[in-house]
């Protein structure tokens, strides 16, 4: 793991300063050198975990028809069921070789509710899994705080209605041949500020050195792949980075759990000004977070 770090955050929790800036210049180095890092000492029950992954495979192997009655070209808001071929995150190749299903935060005023499946458990396990793991995010957007030397409180009123989604991922063995170019997730960067993953025993996720090679990403139990977003990296004036990453098409059902920490639609993705050096000018414009992710969004899906 020489090229992604694992960093137990447990002190991220802890009243002493300094150990809590000593884990955030740990993460800091990792934003930095490679995008990707992954944490344990989190806090989310492994059995949580599990139970979660349980019901995302019972969701995945319902009916078509079932699945396809929460798509989520009928519900919008980046809501519901993601069907195999619908999605191209590498939007110059072959569609995903994936399905998904997507649930997004919302307060049931301001955001449109999110549609379950009639599952008997399903909504409570993984509603109690969206709001631990969102609990993980927000500490992690302090630990970048203290390592950027921002008032540790810097993303807190930035993230507080986060246009956060939780994504279910199946990988499902190709039944037959597949198109050219058509892999698990075509090479894309996330769209946000940092995706914390959970995945099975089955490798198949890949980041992009600096150099150009290609590493797998570990399979640890119980932990969370993190990497940076592109609103974070803009945030930051590209001083952390946000990586390419890619699944290879499975050679074993793969299921995956992402939880994509967005910021606030309204909040403002502007470069921070201590990330800009004296004389030089921000590397990109500011946009709204709402803005940004819709046009990431719209291509994702093939729309205009």
Known sequence: ???IPLIDIAPLAADDPAARHAIAAQIGHACREVGFFVIIGHGVPVSLIDATFAESARF???PTDFKRSMAIDRLGSNRGYVGLGVEALDETT???HKEAFNLIWTDGATRPDNAWPELGGFRDTVQRYFDAVLAVGARLHR???LDLDLPEDFFADKIDRPLATLRLLHYPVPAQ???AGQIGAGTHTDYGNVTLLATDSV???QVQRRDGAWVDAPTLHGAFVCNI???L?????????STPHRVLKPMAERYSIALFVDPNPDALVSAIPSCVATGKSPRHAPVTANDYLQQRFAATYGKN
């Open 1 to 3: 793991m020489h090229d």
């Open 60 to 62: 995945f192997a319902q």
């Open 94 to 96: 072959a569609a995903d």
């Open 143 to 145: 630990a970048f705080a």
């Open 177 to 179: 041949a597949v198109p």
């Open 203 to 205: 490798a198949g996720l």
């Open 229 to 231: 977003g592109d609103c």
């Open 233 to 241: 990296m803009r945030w930051t004036n590209d001083i952390y980075v």
